[in-house]
């Protein structure tokens, strides 16, 4: 008998541009980068130069603190630009890939169940694959030093317009399976795996947790706090569920093979559906041509629309993701007397706007306003109603922002990541940018403990 | 709208720092977005977000005190005309009490906002909104016949004092609407109560006039008439609790329907600006501590029943617009049903046992306001300890 749990809070934005279970084709992407980035937690080193030759799993780059943290690159070619921003800070390493067939290092297929735990360890770390497991507390790159209490991965997305897993694993469930394998070897503890209620996943080896209810019900830290909630001391490690398809197939076949489908969403695509393509390619080599270029702006977002980063066309694609999302830019919208009207158009979880007589179903096309000046926090309960977790958001939030330690721990800042707040900063009237107080809570609080 | 719209973005730049009118830059920016939803588009984390803002919620409750102040408005008159004896009709009637209540209401704003724009201006912030409430709640909750430069003086007192001090809408620990009531209560309390203030009579008032509230009179009520005691209306005529839920009675400008505020408590709760378990806990903490008074029953005041309590002076209209403020009531969940339940009661005991004064609401409010950090923090600690006790390293 599975463990079921049912979130009551939570928010499910219907957003029209949800992607089409087809595979649509990319344009080729002329170069590709890796982007620290795409790993929080990592202090980068570079260890190549422009010009050169690497392949695929090649590293080229590795975390000052921890050195046997590596980043690979994800094609074969020639390194062509290490871009450095303000105080030198790493930005990218850029390779522009070998014509035809990319050459992979061989790094030799295993069984995952005859390997020992530090064997396994060693064998993501030599791929480059490492930096994909995530630990809590602090929502960064875990430490391979660690053996977490337990790991917590969900098989489904909840966010708005976001993939689609069972299309995404469709043909890969050995892989995926061989990934929870790896898993068991990691922890001493169990691998917790989320599903939506109802859905028939053939998973080996790990504690299923039937998950219904709305966003942000596929969010590990719901996960955790719904069954084991973490406490001070403990770690625990988390894995996005595409993520561990490349992790398995390492195992299965030898290589670090970072291909993977991108779901191309939202309301200014003209196509959409799926890409297959490989981590850190160009934007453009996803959007070119199934993006509306009409008069108004439109903002590409590298990631979903609540937790995603803005992107241009020549950016590069984050190594975790798996979605495009292209809304309007709205700024050219000046909404006369906006906070007057009916608003029947006009999206809100409240009930202040006449938007409640189109029902629930409703499509809607949101764009990226904020829709109003930044205030003090008036409303009470708002953030609450979207956070389903035994813990007072709002009062959390308060103690980061005064940056009382104590405090912090004492009201769960150990349990969350800033994705749990995207929705809370949706709602929120005072128009706050949570994710950012909470991302930058957790980075004093890891400085000021280690 | 695109004239407009050019036109102020054609006279922005003087008023950007360094240009001509610099100095007026929030009260543009006020205005502006008064005007127009401001387009700024998101930098940082979520890329869409909800429709509502600070300025739609204001509005919400300003629509929501609508049936209040229009009732209040028409009560005035109606009240006036009773006093002379004069049928004067629906229109005049109203057309009187809008004249009587609109200057209060003006200054109220002028006052209140004038130190907001200013304090913005100063501070080099955005217009906030919240002043825009309490400058509606402010005439709805003083009796008629309060002098305009004691409303302003109070308005000025409140918002400086209970708002600005401690760093704005958002801030305060003080409903600043309830610290105005107050101000002028503790300051000219003869201004404010007695049987002359709440009804604007006329100069020569027919026989047997008497602008007593009901709450008056019940307050005024010697013990021998338990039993036998009637509130009255103004002419001498016994009122039903009817009559007190339709609100045609003596009392401050906005407090007398009941069935307004119910409109307005409707509004509320339906949009889901106000909180329902604040607003029917204070009504279960006014009832519950009303029918413990009626089993007592040793003073007229003791023997009100629930439901007369409900209906007369500001009990619904506190229950229902200043305990709900989301800023100065408690914020957790559990804290809510803790706050508004105290409020409720402390306002009856206020009422039947405080004697010199008929009306407990102002009060009960603004003592549970201290109080409701306090109740927070207690319901916080249960999740805290919560915490402790399941981990292993403290």
């Known amino acids: ?80 630009a290490v871009n450095r921003g303000d105080k030198r800070k790493l930005l990218s390493i850029v390779i522009k890939p070998d014509t035809g067939t990319t050459d992979y290092i061989a790094f030799g297929a295993k069984d995952v169940k005859a390997l020992s735990s530090q064997e396994v360890k060693e064998s993501l770390l030599e791929a480059g694959l490492w930096p994909f497991i995530k630990q809590r507390p602090f929502d960064i790159v875990a430490s391979p030093a660690d053996t977490p209490r337990d790991i917590y991965l969900s098989t489904f997305y909840s966010a708005p317009l976001a993939p689609d897993f069972s299309y995404i694993v469709r043909g890969r469930e050995d892989d995926f399976q ?273 | 709208m695109k004239a407009l719209r050019k036109y102020l973005d054609r006279i922005k730049p003087n008023f950007e720092e360094g240009g001509r009118f610099g100095m007026f830059r929030s009260v543009f920016e006020g205005f502006e977005s008064f005007l127009f939803v401001p387009n700024h588009t998101a930098r940082a984390g979520v890329h869409i977000h909800d429709s509502i803002d600070s300025k739609r919620t204001m509005t919400v409750v300003i629509v929501a005190l609508l049936p209040a102040l229009l009732f209040g408005m028409y009560n005035t008159g109606y009240q006036h005309y009773v006093s002379a004896g004069i049928d004067a009709g629906f229109v005049s009637t109203f057309v009187y009490g809008l004249l009587a209540v609109l200057p209060v209401l003006v200054v109220s704003y002028v006052v209140g906002l004038g130190i907001e724009f200013t304090v913005a201006q100063w501070k080099k912030e955005e217009i906030q909104e919240g002043f825009l409430v309490s400058g509606i709640l402010i005439p709805l909750i003083v009796p008629i016949d309060t002098p305009l430069w004691m409303v302003a003086l109070a308005t000025a007192f409140a918002v400086i004092f209970a708002k600005e ?22 300051a000219y309390p003869g201004a404010m109560s007695g049987d002359s203030v709440f009804v604007r009579a006329a100069a020569k008032t027919v026989d047997g006039f008497s602008g007593a509230t009901p709450l008056g009179q019940i307050n005024m009520a010697p013990n021998e008439a338990i039993g036998s005691f009637r509130v009255v209306d103004t002419l001498g005529n016994p009122i039903s609790l009817w009559d007190m839920f339709f609100g045609l009675i003596p009392g401050s400008i906005g407090e007398t329907s009941t069935l307004a505020i119910l409109l307005g408590a409707a509004v509320l709760l339906f949009t889901g600006i106000a909180s329902w378990k604040t607003m029917g806990s204070v009504f279960a903490g006014g009832i519950v501590a009303a029918l413990l008074f009626n089993m007592a029953g040793t003073t007229v005041a003791m023997s009100v029943t629930p439901w007369e309590h409900i209906c007369l002076g500001g009990f619904a209209f506190g229950a229902v617009f200043m305990a709900t403020d989301p800023v100065t009531s408690a914020r957790t969940e559990t804290g809510k049903y803790i706050y508004g339940f105290l409020t409720g009661l402390l306002a009856i005991v206020i009422r039947v046992l405080n004697p010199g004064y008929p009306e407990g609401m102002m009060m009960a409010i603004l003592f549970m306001n201290i109080f409701a950090p306090l109740i927070d923090y207690y319901v916080v600690r249960s999740n805290i300890s919560r915490r402790l006790k399941r981990a292993s390293i403290k």
């Open chain 2, 165 to 186: 001090v401690f760093g704005g809408t958002g801030y305060n620990i003080f409903n600043v609407a309830l610290v105005t009531r107050a101000f002028l209560f503790f």
């Open chain 1, 1 to 80: 008998m599975a463990n079921v749990i049912k979130i009551k809070r939570g928010l499910d934005i219907h957003l029209r541009g949800t992607a089409a279970n087809v595979i649509l084709e990319g344009k080729p992407s002329e170069t590709y980068a890796v982007l620290p980035a795409s790993f929080h937690g990592i202090v980068p080193k570079v260890v190549v130069k422009p010009g050169d030759k690497v392949k695929a799993g090649t590293t080229v780059m590795t975390d000052k603190n921890k050195p046997e943290i590596k980043l690979v690159s994800p094609v074969s070619g020639e390194v062509t």
């Open chain 1, 178 to 450: 061989t990934g929870l394998d790896v898993m068991n070897k990691l922890t001493g503890g169990k691998v917790y795996v989320g599903i939506r209620r109802g859905a028939k996943l053939p998973l080996k080896g790990v504690e299923v947790i039937e998950v219904e209810g709305p966003h942000p019900a596929a969010n590990v830290s719901v996960l955790i706090n719904h069954t084991k909630p973490i406490n001070k001391g403990e770690t625990i490690w988390t894995v996005s569920p595409d993520n561990l398809i490349t992790i398995g197939a390492l195992f299965n076949k030898g290589i670090a093979d970072f291909s993977r489908l991108v779901a191309v969403t939202g309301s200014e695509t003209t196509e959409r559906g799926y890409i297959r393509t490989i981590a850190g390619c160009t934007i453009r080599s996803l959007v070119q041509g199934k993006v509306m270029e009409g008069v108004d702006k439109v903002r590409l977002i590298s990631g979903n629309v609540l937790t995603g980063v803005r992107v241009s066309k020549d950016d590069y694609l984050l190594a975790s993701d798996n979605q495009i999302t292209a809304i309007p830019e709205g700024d050219n919208d000046h909404d006369f007397l906006g906070w007057a009207l009916p608003g029947l158009n006009k999206f809100s979880v409240s009930r202040t706007f006449l938007s409640w007589l189109m029902g629930k179903k409703k499509e809607y096309v949101i764009d990226a306003r904020i829709r109003g000046g930044k205030r003090a926090m008036i409303m009470s309960n708002e953030y609450d109603k979207v956070f389903p977790m035994d813990i007072y958001p709002e009062f959390l939030l308060k103690a980061i922002i005064t940056f009382d330690i104590d405090k912090m721990e004492n009201l769960g800042i150990y349990e969350v990541a800033p994705e749990d707040f995207a929705l809370c900063e949706f709602v929120d009237t005072s128009k706050i940018e949570l994710q950012e107080i909470v991302r930058s809570g957790l980075d004093l609080l890891y400085k000021e403990m280690n």
